[in-house]
């Protein structure tokens, strides 16, 4: 399976969390692809793992073989560290565009709203939406309050809509 994202913060908005999902994934076999980050996708992770030092080292001497064997293994858990703190580093500069996002657009409002501008609608707005308008017609046509052969629970369904909504657009439907 291959998952491709736009950015990593597509993935997580967390680093943490990021980081936890993609080592998940990773050894569950999903192949990760990173469009503007490119040097994290999975395959770059298989290539680096791929290519650690596979050294075998027989000397003879015991004292000497090891002393090889535990830097070649340094080494490679070196390079698999660097290669994890790679991943981790794209998640943690992404949850910080993040919060830096956030933080921007709160400022703004606050800006906004120092100079005398409106946040959202006024109060008491209602929105029309095509929805609405087409459940509306559904409720006049078919609703037995007006004048059709369906209970409510059945012109819910014809609606598609939730109950709740169903009522709020009957409502408005008896207002007009």
Excluded: W
């Amino acid at each position: 399976d291959t998952i491709v994202f736009d950015s990593v913060s597509r993935m997580s908005r967390n680093a943490e969390e990021g980081f936890k999902d993609y080592q998940m994934l990773y050894h569950m076999g999903v192949h990760l692809i990173f469009l503007n980050e490119p040097l994290i996708n999975t395959s770059v992770f298989d290539s680096t793992k791929n290519n650690l030092l596979n050294i075998n080292i027989e000397t003879g001497n015991t004292a000497v073989d090891d002393f090889f064997k535990g830097n070649v293994q340094l080494i490679n858990n070196f390079m698999m560290a660097l290669a994890e703190q790679q991943i981790k580093a794209a998640f943690e500069q992404s949850e910080k565009e993040v919060t830096d996002l956030h933080s921007r657009i709160s400022q703004g409002m606050r800006e906004a709203k120092k100079n005398g501008v409106k946040i959202g609608l006024p109060q008491g707005t209602t929105l029309t939406t095509k929805k609405a308008l087409d459940c509306i017609a559904i409720i006049k046509k078919h609703s037995k309050d007006f004048g059709g052969s369906l209970e409510d629970p059945d012109v819910i369904k014809l609606c598609g809509c939730s109950r709740n909504s169903y009522y709020k657009y009957k409502k408005e439907a008896k207002s007009n």
